[in-house]
């Protein structure tokens, strides 16, 4: 059965950090993108950065740049995500996510989904 399993959401002023992770198991993810996505109420599923497979290298949300840094092991099956200057629009719940597709930026990309961890960042 594969899990990818998320931790570290919490509460935290604006300004501050916190670090997400999420653990997969079940089966190897050699080929596939890990990555963030996040969804604020009320609003649709988001895209927030994703390690990129094919180029070794993290792809970015705009609204994300330069605040957030992903890092992945992949020995470990995990995918990591540094969110610092946390601002209040930063407020979701934050879901890991695996996929094998090219649309790295879509929800529609990715096959497999953790239950999310809640973050939110009071003003």
């Known amino acids: 059965q594969v899990q990818l399993v998320e931790s570290g959401g919490g509460l935290v002023q604006a300004g501050g950090s916190l670090r997400l992770s999420c653990v997969a198991s079940?089966?190897?993810?050699?080929?596939?993108?890990m990555g963030w996505f996040r969804q604020a109420p009320g609003k649709e599923r988001e895209f927030v950065a994703a390690h990129n497979w094919r180029t070794s290298s993290p792809v970015y949300a705009d609204s994300v740049k330069g605040r957030f840094t992903l890092s992945r092991d992949n020995p470990k099956n995990a995918v990591y995500l540094q969110m610092n200057s946390l601002r209040p629009e930063d407020t979701a719940v934050y879901y890991c996510?695996?996929?094998?597709?090219?649309?790295?930026?879509?929800?529609?990309?990715?096959?497999?989904w953790g239950q999310g961890t809640q973050v939110t960042v009071s003003s």
């Open positions: 079940g089966r190897t993810f050699y080929g596939y993108h």
């Open positions: 996510a695996a996929g094998a597709l090219a649309d790295i930026g879509e929800v529609n990309g990715y096959d497999y």
